[in-house]
């Protein structure tokens, strides 16, 4: 018997042949399996060489571990929900029992040592293998993956068919970007997948995956607002998380801490959508929330935004010029990231090196360099901008300035001949001005490089099914309109809701800007030490509306309403 082939024997088939049960070429023959980890017995049992109750009493006895006849093992007694139904579908193993902190699992291998810890590692119990015989495993799996299966169409009411997820225009089946080794044909993998696309055409913003003590939810955002369209069985809350998680290429055994990721779902060859995952340990399990990022977004052009002419007219100024900072206002969520990179897109010309530091990077653009903050690594966002000055770069797009370092830096980067583009959290444009003073940069420092400021809010646009209302006068000018500007040649339009918006009466988004150039006024205002009262003040006097303005503005175009207007614009 030669040496080399008996080496490449190990666990039961070494033991097999050792004590003379199979010959050394038999158990070679039937070590060629197609990966289950199954293959090595059922190729025994099937080519005849030993019985399926010879190979589970000799696995038994020449490991040290107890036999099972599953036939005369009640299925109502399975503690099936001890381990994830991914791993017993991917290691055919059933859990048979719980007692304390210690779990038994029926397999038909005891020497499959690398399925024992990694059960023991999912789990956190201490694992005793039981041993079955194969034929009736792998029959005891499929029944409770099959059960499985039409438990969560009964409780969920959908027929998961993977044919449906290629309708309203997407005409191939979506395939999540993930290895071989990770795809499952579960119902609960075909449940997520559906949500995925749902969202994608309503043109969601973000998931929200919600455990509570009594119920689960599943939340889209649309349009800015929260809406419920599923509420799952409670105890599917674990095996929604470990997919997500798997997917997203997080640690599905690390349940007490946040984590981040991301994920791919690929809609065709030439469109795929990514998903910024982020998990929070919550009192009744993980709260998930899934953030949508469309490339093709940052393609629409600024047209698409809702710039007026005057507006996008100044901002292709700002971002024309070869050196200064231009800053971009808003809270979270009000489409900065949009704008910056409809910005960067402008710009990004083979004969331009753009750099960005973002935390993290939302979207992919191809051509710019795209770098990741990782603060826990030291990467901040001054370490990143410190390396991109010696990148040669034309133009730096910062994700947000947060400090004094950062700021300084910026400000230097846009005196020295580059374009910096980044985002502030403040309310308005003027304010923003008196942020960067506020966090120590110095006025003459700010007046010299910032060169543009532009503050953002999103309001919802009103659906084809508008309808016009009565708005007394009273209101009109309340809100802010001029008595001139009521001059009976417009006419106010409301929400009325039909099919295609759901009833909501709003379909899609749109910006409503305050773009503010720094003028030699503003500036002077800014070097004597100004507030952002003055700063408003003189921006008035050279024309620039304020975002309420601005907002009143698409009421009279007749594309969103003053309810809406009011409350994004709320000072």
Not at 13 to 24: D, P, Y
Not at 151 to 173: C, N, V
Not at 501 to 524: F, N
Request: proline share 5%.
């Amino acid at each position: 018997m030669s040496a080399t082939p008996q080496a490449a024997l190990s666990g039961l088939a070494r033991a097999l042949v050792q004590h003379g049960r199979l010959l050394e070429a038999e158990a070679l023959q039937c070590t060629s399996g197609s990966g289950n980890p199954n293959d090595f017995v059922l190729e025994v049992i099937n080519r005849g060489l030993m019985s399926a109750n010879d190979v589970a009493r000799f696995a038994a006895d020449t490991f040290g571990t107890p036999a099972l006849d599953l036939a005369a093992f009640e299925q109502s007694h399975l503690a099936i929900d001890a381990i994830d139904r991914k791993l017993m579908l991917k290691h055919q193993v059933v859990a048979l029992g719980r007692r304390g902190n210690r779990l038994a699992l029926a397999l038909a291998d005891p020497s499959n040592l690398r399925i024992l810890d990694e059960i023991r590692f999912q789990t956190g119990l201490a694992v005793d293998p039981v041993v079955v015989e194969a034929p009736k495993l792998i029959a005891l799996v499929e029944r409770l993956s099959e059960s499985a299966s039409t438990a969560l169409k009964d409780l969920t009411g959908e027929e998961f068919d993977m044919d449906l997820l290629g309708q309203d225009g997407l005409a191939d089946a979506p395939v999540i970007e993930e290895s071989a080794s990770e795809v499952d044909d579960a119902p609960v993998v075909r449940f997520i997948q559906k949500l995925l696309i749902d969202a994608i055409n309503e043109g969601a913003s973000d998931i929200h995956f919600e455990p509570y003590e009594k119920y689960y939810r599943i939340r889209f955002r649309t349009d800015g607002i929260l809406r419920e369209i599923a509420q799952p069985p409670l105890v599917l809350k674990e095996k929604i998380a470990a997919r997500i998680k798997v997917i997203s290429r997080l640690d599905i055994s690390e349940k007490r801490v946040p984590q981040d990721g991301r994920m791919k779902l690929v809609l065709s060859k030439n469109k795929s959508i990514d998903f910024r995952v982020s998990t929070l340990p919550t009192l009744h399990g993980e709260k998930i929330v899934m953030r949508i990022l469309d490339p093709t977004s940052a393609m629409l052009g600024v047209d698409a935004l809702g710039y007026e002419p005057d507006q996008k007219a100044a901002l292709l100024d700002a971002v024309s010029r070869p050196y200064g900072m231009v800053l971009v206002t808003g809270p979270t969520g009000s489409g900065k990231t949009v704008s910056l990179y409809t910005c960067l897109n402008i710009l990004n010309k083979p004969g331009v090196n753009i750099s960005t530091a973002e935390d993290p990077a939302e979207i992919n653009l191809p051509g710019v360099n795209q770098v990741n903050v990782n603060e826990k690594a030291g990467l901040t966002f001054a370490s990143a901008l410190r390396a991109f000055l010696r990148q040669d770069p034309d133009v730096i797009m910062v994700g947000e300035i947060r400090d004094l370092e950062t700021a300084e830096i910026s400000v230097k980067a846009a005196q020295t001949g580059h374009l910096v583009l980044s985002t502030l959290h403040t309310n308005d444009a003027p304010s923003t001005l008196e942020r960067l003073k506020n966090m120590g940069v110095a006025p003459f420092n700010i007046a010299s490089s910032v060169i543009m400021i532009t503050a953002q809010r999103l309001a919802r646009r009103l659906c084809t099914c508008k309808q016009p209302v009565d708005i007394p006068i009273e209101a009109l000018i309340s809100a802010g309109f001029a008595e001139e500007d009521i001059d009976g040649t417009w006419q106010p339009y409301g929400p009325k809701g039909c099919e295609r918006c759901k009833g909501s009466g709003y379909k899609g988004r749109l910006g409503i800007y305050q773009v503010m150039p720094i003028s030699e006024e503003i500036a002077r205002i800014i070097m004597t030490n100004g507030n952002s009262m003055d700063i408003a003040a003189q921006a008035q006097i050279e024309g620039v509306r304020d975002l309420r303005q601005s907002g009143l503005l698409k009421v009279k175009q007749g594309v969103t309403s003053l309810t809406e207007v009011l409350a994004c614009t709320n000072e």
